[in-house]
């Protein structure tokens, strides 16, 4: 794949829970995706700044309180970016105990959102195509974000290096999230990195040979 079909995406480890946040930009034009927001999100703004880019969405792949607790100084920073959820957490922004961020002793509560998203929908950015993948388990409305053409998954807190996505949350169900695994990622080829939400990038290959907790 050319360079100029690659998307460019920078991962920002942020707050208490170290969160993967990411900043996903096309090849042709300053618009930027801003991806699970954390709490304490400043180094994310400063780069998206620093390049002079202009975020066109939100865009979340679950809203526990760690994947959306930036919400708000983003929109400080660049107000009317519109937020995306799937569908199934349409009332969790608002809602802490829905978010967990009650059982913090921090509640959050942020705006949006602004639009719904569905299993298969094609999202696009400057002219890349990212396609949602219901990957619930974790819970009911994770998503998982693949740009085919270069092999790269936005997996959020479905997998990661060597582990899942925990299951002891209200909402959460492991049979169900081992059930999104099989069925939707580990039948993506082998060679697909996935970018989580928490921790290293691995591939499909890998996790398929050796993670633990879910085998094919």
């Known amino acids: 794949m050319s360079v100029a079909t690659k998307p460019d995406i ?12 990411y900043v996903v930009r096309g090849p042709a034009s300053n618009d930027c995706w801003v991806v699970d927001p954390s ?7 400063e780069d998206v700044r620093a390049r002079g880019l202009r975020p066109v969405a939100i865009v979340l792949t679950h809203a526990h309180c760690d994947h959306i607790a930036g919400i708000p100084e983003v929109l ?3 107000p009317g970016t519109p937020v995306w959820v799937h569908e199934a957490e349409r009332d969790w922004l608002g809602d802490p105990e829905l ?6 002793g921090l509640p959050v509560s942020v705006p949006g959102p602004d639009r719904l998203l569905k299993e298969h929908e094609t999202l696009s950015i400057d002219g890349l195509d990212w396609r949602v993948l219901h990957t619930p388990g974790h819970s009911p409305g994770g998503i998982t974000l693949l740009h085919e053409p270069s092999g790269t998954a936005l997996v ?3 997998l990661f290096a060597g582990s ?30 996935i970018l989580p939400g928490h921790g290293p990038p691995s591939t499909i290959g890998r996790e398929k040979r050796t ?3 879910v085998r094919p």
């Open 211 to 213: 993670n633990p907790f």
């Open 99 to 104: 978010n967990l961020s009650a059982f913090s």
């Open 156 to 158: 959020g807190d479905a």
């Open 10 to 21: 920078r991962a920002f480890e942020l707050g208490p829970f170290a969160t993967n946040s």
């Open 76 to 78: 400080r920073s660049f």
């Open 164 to 193: 899942i996505g925990r299951t002891d949350f209200p909402g959460a169900d492991f049979d169900t999230l081992a059930a999104s695994i099989r069925t939707r990622l580990y039948t993506l080829p082998d060679e697909v990195t």
């Open 39 to 45: 709490y304490s999100p400043e180094e994310l703004l």
